[in-house]
Nanobody, 125 residues
Framework: QVQFVESGGGLAQPGGSLRLSCAAF????????IGWFRQAPGKGREGVSC????????YYADSVKGRFTISRDNAKNTVYLQMNSLKPEDTAVYYC??????????????????WGQGTQVTVSS
């Protein structure tokens, strides 16, 4: 069955950094785009970033562009989200997700088939 292992969340100070990891198993990894989403209390799920399956094309929401970097290690079935210059408004539960398609990725929630359990990121002084 499909399994996700998310890690790297925690508490960071404003201006600090965290790196999230998402390892996933149980599906043909090479054919899946991977996205990162977040959900703050009382708000809807927001697409943060994604990386395509083969070419490794990336997308970033305007709110994180220039601060976050997504990458994937296909040998380890793992995607990373490096988060720098963190702001209090980055506080949320972060989820990774996998969607079966081969083209340029998108952070449309409905395009993703499998979801991780989420990891809490809190940015506070």
């Amino acid at each position: 069955q499909v399994q996700f292992v998310e890690s790297g969340g925690g508490l960071a100070q404003p201006g600090g950094s965290l790196r999230l990891s998402c390892a996933a198993f149980g599906f043909t990894w090479d054919y899946y785009a991977i996205g990162w989403f977040r959900q703050a209390p009382g708000k809807g799920r927001e697409g943060v970033s994604c990386i395509s399956s083969i070419a490794g094309n990336t997308y970033y929401a305007d709110s994180v562009k220039g601060r976050f970097t997504i990458s994937r290690d296909n040998a380890k079935n793992t995607v990373y989200l490096q988060m720098n210059s963190l702001k209090p408004e980055d506080t949320a539960v972060y989820y990774c997700a996998a969607g079966f398609w081969l083209g340029v990725c998108t952070v449309a929630v409905g395009r993703y088939d499998y979801w991780g359990q989420g990891t809490q990121v809190t940015v506070s002084s």
